[in-house]
């Protein structure tokens, strides 16, 4: 594992052309593919508190504005509050009869404090609270009635454009009638779609909406400064810094004695789907309190994973010896073949088929993506290795992943001269590279390095599909080889 500050030393290019850490990459086990971030569709499974755990449908959460409604953050140094009691006494029974008589009466009152910086709800006025939580009084947005305008008045462009859209889709068939609308089918008209819905009865509604919407006026008169602004002396423990005010935007405090605590925001479980085929890469479970999966499919489980033991000084034009470890994840005998990346044989250009596939998804209309000429790879952009391996390629068999052998301690030394040692699924090897006559001097030395490995796959087939268990695949890698010498 890596630290967190450690930089990426093998990236490996992803289907859709990122260069990703293999910890940040899926393996789609039905179409046999790297997936990253940025090619899978990522979705919203279930909103919750990561404070108090609470669960909550998306409407409930819509509803909350994204906050738990019992937990807050610390409006001074954003950690979690704390509820704290106290006890009062109500002010009638002081002085009168003995302790055991006045511990009846006494009262637990509760507020909230920060363990980290001390703030503590006191401090800004608020008053304590009879219940231990929830009962926290809620500040009105002094701009609640003008955000509503604004979300009806887009509510109702939105409306409109989209009946326009559907005029115009509906014209559109009319002149090749050949088909029917679904309301000339169902004979439903437009007004009665509409109540179904759920939206206004009329477009009569929403275009008066619209006509009534007054927008704001920016005007050149300003509020002018107090007197004192530029004479007198600043006090920064009483002024809030800029995150703190942007912490809630409704009232932004100046002041510190106008710190209220922030509602938490709520946190999401998502899972994730391939954008090709549809299956889930990952599905977390629904209870919040779980950490685990239901599926998981990382690439870390399922392709090879390379790392650098240690390597030469990389020198323009000559040829130097780099120590690469090897490591089979799944529960099956890898084969493993080193090669450049131009010995993968080509299939068809799916790469390229892929990325204009996502640029059409992303930009969501079809019309508006022009045929491009066919260009390089993302990762070319950034990344030119100037290092390849040469000599036969390196083919070796890497055994099955076997939890047990994690307590090994000893690894079995080869005098081959490609593999170093043996331990368990891992293998040490010996690869020979050159370094390009023109590389620069200081330059990144990257090593391009594709991989074939065998692959079974245990997903049991679709109904009419091959039942094809054992796969050759390809995958490529970037080695950093630090600077060319
Ligand atoms: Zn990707
Ligand atoms: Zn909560
Ligand atoms: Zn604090
Ligand atoms: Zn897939």
């Not at 409306?159 to 005029?167: A, H, N, Y």
């Not at 309301?183 to 009329?202: C, E, F, V, W």
């Not at 290092?387 to 047990?404: F, H, I, N, S």
Request: with cysteine; hydrophobic share 35%.
């Amino acid at each position: 594992m890596a630290y967190l500050t450690q930089p990426d030393y093998v990236r490996y290019i992803c289907t859709c052309g990122q260069l990703k850490p293999i910890t940040s990459l899926y393996f789609c086990r039905h179409c046999l593919k790297i997936r990253c971030g940025f090619c899978i569709c990522h979705e919203v499974d279930s909103h919750y508190c990561p404070n108090c755990l609470e669960n909550m449908p998306s409407s409930e959460a819509r509803l909350k504005k994204n906050r738990c409604s019992s937990c807050f953050d610390c409006p001074s140094c954003y950690h979690t509050l704390s509820t704290r009691a106290s006890l009062v006494q109500p002010r009638q029974q002081e002085g009168a009869g003995d302790g055991k008589v006045e511990n009846k009466h006494q009262k637990k009152m509760y507020y909230l404090a920060c363990f980290n910086c001390r703030w503590t709800s006191r401090d800004v006025g608020i008053p304590d609270q009879p219940v231990a939580s929830g009962g926290w009084p809620e500040r009105p947005n002094p701009f609640a009635t003008q955000i509503n305008q604004l979300l009806e008045y887009y509510k109702a462009i939105a409306l409109q454009e989209k009946q326009e859209k559907i005029e115009k889709e509906r014209k559109k068939f009319a002149i090749r009638g050949k088909y029917l609308t679904l309301t000339d089918k169902t004979g439903l008209t437009g007004a009665m779609a509409r109540n179904i819905a759920g939206l206004p009865s009329s477009d009569s509604g929403s275009s008066s909406i619209i006509a009534k919407f007054v927008p704001s006026q920016a005007s050149a008169e300003v509020e002018e400064l107090p007197e004192d602004y530029f004479t007198k002396e600043v006090n920064l423990n009483q002024i809030t810094s800029m995150p703190q005010r942007l912490l809630s935007p409704e009232w932004q405090p100046t002041d510190v004695s106008r710190l209220h605590p922030i509602a938490k925001l709520l946190s999401v479980k998502r899972s994730q789907r391939c954008r090709e085929c549809d299956h889930n890469l990952t599905k977390p479970e629904y209870n919040p309190g779980s950490i685990k999966f239901k599926i998981e499919l990382l690439a870390f489980y399922h392709i090879p994973e390379v790392k650098i033991i240690s390597y030469e000084p990389m020198k323009a034009g000559e040829n130097s010896t780099v120590l690469l470890k090897l490591s089979n994840p799944t529960a099956h005998e890898m084969t493993l073949c080193l090669m450049n990346p131009e010995d993968i044989p080509q299939v068809d250009n799916e790469e390229e088929q892929l990325e204009s596939s996502l640029e059409k998804s992303l930009t969501l209309d079809k019309e508006s993506a022009p045929c491009k000429p066919a260009a390089a790879p993302a990762w070319r952009r950034t990344a030119a290795p100037c290092v390849r391996a040469v000599g036969p390629p390196v083919r070796v068999a890497v055994p099955q992943r076997d939890d047990a052998a994690e307590y090994d301690d000893d690894a079995t030394h080869d005098a081959n001269d490609v593999i170093v040692w043996r331990k368990a699924n891992k293998l040490g090897v010996r690869l020979q590279v050159a370094t390009e006559a023109g590389a620069a001097r200081g330059g990144a030395a990257l090593l391009a390095l594709a991989l074939q490995y065998s692959y079974r796959n245990t997903v049991p087939p679709a109904a009419n599909a091959p039942n094809q268990r054992n796969h050759i695949l390809y995958t490529t890698a970037l080695l950093s080889l630090g600077n060319v010498a």
